[in-house]
Protein backbone atom coordinates (compact mmCIF):
# COMPACT_ATOMS: atom_id res chain seq x y z
CA UNK A 1 0.00 0.00 0.00
CA UNK A 2 1.22 3.48 -0.89
CA UNK A 3 1.12 6.40 1.64
CA UNK A 4 -0.78 8.37 -0.26
CA UNK A 5 -3.36 8.88 -3.00
CA UNK A 6 -1.60 9.20 -6.91
CA UNK A 7 -3.00 11.72 -8.43
CA UNK A 8 -2.54 12.06 -12.42
CA UNK A 9 -3.74 14.10 -15.17
CA UNK A 10 -2.85 14.81 -19.04
CA UNK A 11 -4.04 16.79 -22.04
CA UNK A 12 -3.68 14.06 -24.73
CA UNK A 13 -3.92 10.51 -24.42
CA UNK A 14 -5.06 8.53 -21.35
CA UNK A 15 -4.78 5.08 -20.73
CA UNK A 16 -6.22 2.89 -17.63
CA UNK A 17 -4.95 -0.71 -18.37
CA UNK A 18 -6.71 -2.53 -15.55
CA UNK A 19 -5.78 -5.74 -16.30
CA UNK A 20 -1.83 -5.38 -16.60
CA UNK A 21 -2.43 -2.42 -13.88
CA UNK A 22 -1.20 -0.06 -16.38
CA UNK A 23 -1.45 4.10 -16.76
CA UNK A 24 -0.17 5.97 -19.60
CA UNK A 25 -0.30 9.58 -19.74
CA UNK A 26 0.52 11.09 -22.77
CA UNK A 27 1.39 15.24 -23.78
CA UNK A 28 1.63 17.73 -20.86
CA UNK A 29 1.18 14.57 -17.91
CA UNK A 30 0.93 15.48 -14.61
CA UNK A 31 1.44 13.14 -11.45
CA UNK A 32 1.38 13.92 -7.68
CA UNK A 33 1.93 11.76 -4.89
CA UNK A 34 2.13 13.61 -1.65
CA UNK A 35 5.03 16.33 -1.80
CA UNK A 36 6.11 14.89 -5.10
CA UNK A 37 5.46 16.76 -8.50
CA UNK A 38 6.61 14.87 -11.74
CA UNK A 39 6.16 16.85 -14.56
CA UNK A 40 6.85 15.47 -17.98
CA UNK A 41 5.61 14.82 -21.74
CA UNK A 42 4.87 10.97 -21.31
CA UNK A 43 4.29 9.15 -17.83
CA UNK A 44 3.68 5.25 -17.86
CA UNK A 45 2.93 4.33 -14.26
CA UNK A 46 3.17 0.33 -13.36
CA UNK A 47 0.88 -0.76 -10.51
CA UNK A 48 2.17 -3.75 -9.95
CA UNK A 49 5.83 -2.49 -9.47
CA UNK A 50 5.00 0.53 -7.81
CA UNK A 51 7.02 2.50 -10.46
CA UNK A 52 6.80 5.74 -12.63
CA UNK A 53 8.55 5.93 -15.74
CA UNK A 54 8.59 9.58 -17.15
CA UNK A 55 10.28 10.88 -20.53
CA UNK A 56 10.33 13.61 -22.64
CA UNK A 57 9.98 13.62 -26.88
CA UNK A 58 11.81 15.19 -29.65
CA UNK A 59 10.37 17.92 -31.64
CA UNK A 60 11.31 17.70 -35.42
CA UNK A 61 14.80 19.84 -35.02
CA UNK A 62 15.71 16.94 -32.68
CA UNK A 63 14.92 19.37 -29.69
CA UNK A 64 13.76 17.82 -26.52
CA UNK A 65 10.53 18.83 -25.32
CA UNK A 66 8.74 18.05 -22.21
CA UNK A 67 11.72 16.82 -20.60
CA UNK A 68 10.79 15.29 -16.94
CA UNK A 69 10.54 17.86 -14.27
CA UNK A 70 11.12 15.77 -10.56
CA UNK A 71 9.88 18.67 -7.52
CA UNK A 72 9.96 17.59 -3.95
CA UNK A 73 9.85 19.86 -1.97
CA UNK A 74 13.04 22.62 -2.86
CA UNK A 75 14.18 20.38 -4.71
CA UNK A 76 13.78 20.54 -8.53
CA UNK A 77 15.90 18.33 -11.44
CA UNK A 78 15.13 18.03 -14.87
CA UNK A 79 16.07 15.14 -16.84
CA UNK A 80 16.33 13.59 -20.12
CA UNK A 81 14.28 10.31 -18.52
CA UNK A 82 13.11 9.64 -14.62
CA UNK A 83 12.03 6.00 -13.10
CA UNK A 84 10.59 6.64 -9.90
CA UNK A 85 9.85 3.99 -7.03
CA UNK A 86 6.53 4.89 -4.62
CA UNK A 87 7.50 2.18 -2.38
CA UNK A 88 11.14 2.69 -2.22
CA UNK A 89 10.92 6.97 -2.33
CA UNK A 90 14.22 6.73 -5.02
CA UNK A 91 14.04 7.44 -8.16
CA UNK A 92 17.32 7.36 -11.10
CA UNK A 93 17.66 9.86 -13.58
CA UNK A 94 19.74 10.62 -17.01
CA UNK A 95 21.13 13.58 -17.82
CA UNK A 96 19.93 15.83 -15.53
CA UNK A 97 20.42 19.61 -15.02
CA UNK A 98 19.89 21.43 -11.65
CA UNK A 99 20.79 24.40 -9.56
CA UNK A 100 22.52 24.30 -6.79
CA UNK A 101 23.45 27.41 -4.43
CA UNK A 102 25.05 29.56 -7.71
CA UNK A 103 25.82 26.86 -10.31
CA UNK A 104 24.44 24.72 -12.03
CA UNK A 105 25.47 20.78 -11.83
CA UNK A 106 25.02 18.72 -14.99
CA UNK A 107 25.09 14.95 -14.19
CA UNK A 108 24.52 11.47 -16.56
CA UNK A 109 23.43 9.46 -13.95
CA UNK A 110 21.96 10.23 -10.45
CA UNK A 111 20.27 8.32 -7.82
CA UNK A 112 17.75 10.44 -5.56
CA UNK A 113 17.69 8.31 -2.45
CA UNK A 114 14.51 8.50 0.25
CA UNK A 115 16.26 11.11 2.74
CA UNK A 116 16.30 13.88 -0.10
CA UNK A 117 19.92 13.69 -0.58
CA UNK A 118 21.66 12.35 -4.25
CA UNK A 119 24.38 10.55 -5.42
CA UNK A 120 25.23 11.62 -9.17
CA UNK A 121 27.81 10.33 -11.66
CA UNK A 122 29.94 12.25 -13.99
CA UNK A 123 28.67 15.42 -13.54
CA UNK A 124 30.31 19.16 -13.97
CA UNK A 125 29.31 22.07 -11.78
CA UNK A 126 29.65 25.56 -13.37
CA UNK A 127 28.22 28.96 -12.88
CA UNK A 128 28.20 29.77 -16.55
CA UNK A 129 24.70 28.66 -17.68
CA UNK A 130 25.34 28.11 -21.20
CA UNK A 131 23.76 24.28 -22.32
CA UNK A 132 27.83 23.41 -22.88
CA UNK A 133 29.29 25.09 -20.02
CA UNK A 134 32.64 27.33 -21.06
CA UNK A 135 34.20 26.26 -17.75
CA UNK A 136 33.77 23.70 -14.94
CA UNK A 137 34.84 21.61 -12.32
CA UNK A 138 34.71 17.86 -13.47
CA UNK A 139 33.28 15.55 -11.05
CA UNK A 140 33.29 11.92 -11.44
CA UNK A 141 31.27 11.31 -8.34
CA UNK A 142 29.41 13.47 -5.65
CA UNK A 143 27.25 13.37 -2.99
CA UNK A 144 24.41 16.10 -3.17
CA UNK A 145 22.66 17.73 0.19
CA UNK A 146 20.35 19.99 -1.42
CA UNK A 147 20.67 23.44 -0.16
CA UNK A 148 23.33 22.71 1.61
CA UNK A 149 26.55 21.27 0.13
CA UNK A 150 27.85 18.74 -2.33
CA UNK A 151 30.26 16.64 -1.23
CA UNK A 152 32.98 14.84 -4.04
CA UNK A 153 36.16 12.90 -4.15
CA UNK A 154 38.84 13.98 -6.91
CA UNK A 155 37.82 16.22 -9.39
CA UNK A 156 39.82 18.52 -12.25
CA UNK A 157 39.26 21.80 -13.47
CA UNK A 158 37.39 22.54 -17.31
CA UNK A 159 38.32 25.25 -19.44
CA UNK A 160 36.73 25.34 -22.96
CA UNK A 161 36.85 21.27 -23.16
CA UNK A 162 40.29 21.18 -22.01
CA UNK A 163 41.40 19.28 -18.66
CA UNK A 164 43.80 21.83 -16.71
CA UNK A 165 46.54 19.86 -15.34
CA UNK A 166 45.57 21.01 -11.65
CA UNK A 167 43.49 18.59 -9.59
CA UNK A 168 41.15 18.80 -6.83
CA UNK A 169 41.75 15.86 -3.84
CA UNK A 170 38.44 16.38 -3.16
CA UNK A 171 35.64 19.17 -2.84
CA UNK A 172 32.98 20.60 -0.72
Known amino acids: MLESQVNYSAEGY ?86 QQEGLLHSSKTKLLEDGTSNIYRSTYSTCDADTPHFYINLPRAKIYPGKKIVSGPGNLVLEGIPLPVFLPFAY
Not at 23 to 28: I, M, Q, S
Not at 45 to 54: G, R, V
Not at 75 to 94: G, H, P
Open 14 to 99: KKVDVVNRRVTLVRNARVDYGDIDIKADSIQIDMKANELFAIGRKDTTGKMKGKPVFKQGTQEIEADDLLYNFKTKRAIASNIITK
